[in-house]
């Protein structure tokens, strides 16, 4: 698995008998549990292989996710070399007779003043090149992983009030965690994507304030999502896996 990947820690046979609490599995095979607004099971759903049975292949999610880490980066350092920096137009002394060593300019690398070598550049490029297939390939392989490791929440409508409330958002995280997700609700880290079938502003804007949680349109998810959160909330399954659906064709 990609070591950046959340992964769920399950407890032992000891750890259960002395009192802990198993993670309530999110799916049982191909056939997984939907969830309500207050965490209480509203029915399942039948999951596709081609979308949640992939096994898992490090080589391919690594090469997606270097790729597009790489894509993002800005270059800003920037270093002037001897060509940039201003003056050392002129030969500090004459070549020979003077017993000192020999300059041609006072912007040299050794000078005070002067100019860097080998320092950074903005003007680097770090672009790769990312297919679409393997894209596509890379973002299926995480969902199944996520299927397979208990991650994976279906959440039947989250049918949140025309104002936005980052209570209710809370209240819902609060109430999944409760249901069996445990480490949903919290605080600190990359806890939650939440996924709608398409952009909702009452939703976006009522998990804006949650830092451990982000929301986003199922057609935009990438790879590099799931491997940030560890937990994938998918709202209104039907509708949303008919839209990731389209992306394998």
């Known amino acids: 698995m990609y070591k950046d990947m959340p992964t769920t820690q399950t407890k032992t046979k000891d750890t259960a008998a002395a009192g802990g609490s198993r993670p309530r599995p999110a799916a049982k095979g191909m056939e997984a549990t939907v969830y309500n607004r207050e965490g209480k099971e509203a029915g399942t759903i039948k999951l596709s292989d081609a979308l949640f049975g992939l096994r898992w292949n490090a080589d391919l999610v690594h090469q997606v996710i270097t790729s597009m880490r790489s894509n993002e980066r800005q270059p800003i350092a920037h270093a002037r070399d001897r060509g940039d920096v201003r003056g050392g137009g002129k030969k500090p002394w004459r070549q020979k007779g003077t017993g000192r060593a020999r300059h041609g300019s006072s912007r040299s690398p050794i000078w005070v003043g002067g100019g860097v070598t080998h320092g950074p550049i903005n003007e680097k490029n770090f672009d790769r090149k990312v297919n679409k297939k393997m894209k596509t390939k890379a973002l299926f392989t995480l969902l199944s992983a996520k299927f397979r490791d208990g991650e994976l ?97």
Not at 188 to 216: C, H, M, Q, W, Y
Not at 219 to 227: K, T
């Open 153 to 249: 929440v279906f959440v039947d409508d989250l049918a949140l009030d025309t104002t936005p409330k980052t209570k209710l958002a809370q209240d819902i995280l609060n109430n999944l965690a409760k249901a069996g997700f445990e480490k949903i609700n919290y605080k600190r880290g990359k806890r939650a994507i939440v996924t709608v079938p398409k952009a909702d502003l009452t939703i976006s804007k009522s998990f804006r304030n949650i830092e451990s949680a982000l929301v986003a349109d199922m057609m935009n998810i990438n790879p590099l999502d799931l491997v940030t959160y560890k937990y994938v909330v998918i709202a209104k399954p039907q509708e949303s896996l008919d839209i990731i659906a389209k992306r394998a064709k």
